[in-house]
């Protein structure tokens, strides 16, 4: 395997493990998806400002790498340490899950109002600066110059293929997600992740 086919591969699962926790932004997401209102819009804002924040990551730490190695050493360490921290907040969700309540009913939304709805969930996050822009631009960069690129790419591939498979499959899920167990499943597959990650960066040469 490619060292480029790595990173990206390393980019698509860390990206999906961060998008796929129970949020407002996915919760939102499968409630149009279930009640079929705006899903193209939505997904598209979803996708596209999770693209922007993974490039401008790896963009700004790389810039910042460049000119202080010493950054690298420090990021990795930061970074494992999250990883380890986010993979140990999954496993404990996974010990007591909730069910998502995603569709309440009542009346739909304009399609201005679905669009400013998901847009002030993704931005107005402070987890996702934290998650697309730091994290995941951290990290990206321990894998060199090209390969970084390779990992941005594959972490925007994980969003898309993420928002678009819960935004149309939604009417498919909406009582698997509405139980317990389907989140205590999703959230151990995360925790395993994570924490094989976090042991990763550790022991990266």
Same mark, same amino acid.
């Given at each position: 395997m490619t060292s480029a086919l790595q990173a990206a591969i390393a980019g698509l699962g860390l990206g999906l493990s961060l998008?796929? /926790?129970?949020?407002?932004q996915n919760a939102?997401?499968?409630r149009q998806g279930i009640r079929r209102e705006h899903v193209l819009p939505v997904v598209l804002v979803c996708a596209l400002s999770d693209a922007v924040l993974i490039i401008a990551g790896v963009s700004g730490i790389g810039f910042v790498v460049e000119r202080f190695p010493v950054v690298l050493v420090v990021l990795r360490w930061a970074g494992a340490a999250f990883l380890l921290g986010y993979g140990l907040l999954a496993a404990r969700r996974a010990l007591a899950p909730s069910g998502l309540a995603a569709d309440r009913g009542g009346n739909g939304l304009s399609l201005k109002a679905a669009v400013l709805t998901v847009v002030g969930l993704t931005w107005l996050n402070p987890h996702v600066y934290l998650d697309t822009v730091?994290?995941?631009g951290s990290i /990206?960069?321990?894998h060199g110059e090209v390969g970084r690129w390779w990992f941005a790419a594959g972490a925007v591939l994980g969003s898309i293929l993420w928002f678009t498979a819960l935004g149309y499959g939604a009417r498919l899920l909406r009582g698997v997600f509405a139980k317990p167990v /389907?989140?205590?499943?999703l959230d151990v597959a995360i925790a395993v992740v994570m924490i /094989?990650?976090?042991i990763m960066l550790v022991l990266r040469p």
């Open positions: 998008i796929v /926790a129970i949020g407002a939102f997401v499968l730091l994290l995941l /990206a960069n321990t /389907a989140w205590r499943i /094989a990650l976090a």
